[in-house]
T-cell receptor, first 115, second 116 residues
Framework: AQSVTQLDSHVSVSEGTPVLLRCNYSSSYSPSLFWYVQHPNKGLQLLLKYTSAATLVKGINGFEAEFKKSETSFHLTKPSAHMSDAAEYFCVVSGPYTGGFKTIFGAGTRLFVKA | ETGVTQSPTHLIKTRGQQVTLRCSSQSGHNTVSWYQQALGQGPQFIFQYYREEENGRGNFPPRFSGLQFPNYSSELNVNALELDDSALYLC???????????????FGPGTRLTVT
């Protein structure tokens, strides 16, 4: 079975400070893991992906994530937040399961950035 | 290169009616997935089509059905609409290979369905 848990529904940071958005996953198979961002009234945009290559994955806009199999985590980080980073972030797991293929989204983390 | 497009952008239906939503995948993509996103929630996986066959389904009843055409465009059909079907419906395409690897998905802007 597959599942995704985003540990924080809301995260608030000040501009210029680090961002940490936490994600734990569960999968019976080696999954592909993704982070997507959704700005208000905008479509979902891929930030980065992990597909069993390097465990530290770099994405767009300065974001990166580290895959830790022992902790079943895939946390998203950014060294310095920008006002434009304020959005909803989704951790996603995709992979095969009995009967086909499935993609599971986490419930999302709303990132607030204070000036 | 054209991205994923969906039509219509907005739709209002009455409970009990049927609706068809359409999606054109990005050029070169052979896999299409559909999602339901209720207000304030994350997208919920409905199903996926790979080379015209359904090969994955989420926890949605059979009144949610789909098709994928030879040009890899897709339709989502929902019968006997219920009030709770009101949501943003998202389509995503991906250049999946012959195995089980799924590359990143590219999302369309969605169709906002309101059921009254």
């Amino acid at each position: 079975a597959q599942s995704v848990t985003q540990l924080d529904s809301h995260v608030s940071v000040s501009e210029g400070t680090p961002v940490l958005l936490r994600c734990n996953y569960s999968s019976s198979y080696s999954p592909s893991l993704f982070w997507y961002v959704q700005h208000p009234n905008k479509g979902l945009q891929l930030l980065l992906k992990y597909t069993s290559a390097a465990t530290l994955v770099k994405g767009i806009n300065g974001f990166e994530a580290e895959f830790k199999k022992s902790e079943t985590s895939f946390h998203l980080t950014k060294p310095s937040a920008h006002m434009s980073d304020a959005a909803e972030y989704f951790c996603v797991v995709s992979g095969p399961y009995t009967g086909g293929f499935k993609t599971i989204f986490g419930a999302g983390t709303r990132l607030f950035v204070k000036a | 290169e054209t991205g994923v497009t969906q039509s219509p952008t907005h739709l209002i239906k009455t409970r009990g009616q049927q609706v068809t939503l359409r999606c054109s995948s990005q050029s070169g993509h052979n896999t299409v997935s559909w999602y339901q996103q209720a207000l304030g929630q994350g997208p919920q996986f409905i199903f996926q089509y790979y080379r015209e066959e359904e090969n994955g389904r989420g926890n949605f009843p059979p009144r949610f059905s789909g098709l994928q055409f030879p040009n890899y465009s897709s339709e989502l059909n929902v019968n006997a609409l219920e009030l709770d079907d009101s949501a943003l419906y998202l389509c995503a395409s991906s250049p999946r290979d012959r195995g089980v690897n799924l590359y990143e998905q590219y999302f369309g802007p969605g169709t906002r369905l309101t059921v009254t």
